[in-house]
């Protein structure tokens, strides 16, 4: 079993910064892939931005040169730093993570974290 905790969402002013972490813990043996998605009401859930194994990262247009993710990886943790926050940032953020939890398998599962509400006020 694996789960996923997702920390630092809050409310802030546009022009802020906030900082959000996932830490994974359980049944791991590698990660993989790990991303941040988000979801405003009323939205689908769209993907903020990713990072591979490998430190290849990946971004969604609308917050290439505002955020930025890291992990590291002998904290199983992924972070978001979100800078020059916008009111169409407002959302739930949740943490995403391709996990292999037996050496003996090459097959990985998909987790979730529970979600961080981030919401920015003009």
């Known amino acids: 079993q694996v789960q996923l905790v997702e920390s630092g969402g809050g409310l802030v002013q546009a022009g802020g910064s906030l900082r959000l972490s996932c830490a994974a813990s359980?049944?791991?043996?590698?990660?993989?892939?790990m991303g941040w998605y988000r979801q405003a009401p009323g939205k689908q859930r769209e993907l903020v931005a990713a990072?591979?194994?490998?430190?290849?990262?990946d971004y969604a247009d609308s917050v290439k040169g505002r955020f930025a993710i890291s992990r590291d990886s002998a904290k199983n943790t992924v972070y978001l730093q979100m800078n020059s926050l916008k009111p169409e940032d407002t959302a739930v953020y949740y943490c995403?993570?391709?996990?292999?939890?037996?050496?003996?398998?090459?097959?990985?599962?998909?987790?979730w974290g529970q979600g961080t509400q981030v919401t920015v006020s003009p």
């Open positions: 995403n993570a391709d996990i292999r939890s037996r050496p003996w398998s090459s097959s990985s599962q998909n987790y």
């Open positions: 359980g049944s791991i043996f590698r990660i993989n892939a």
């Open positions: 990072i591979t194994s490998g430190g290849n990262t």
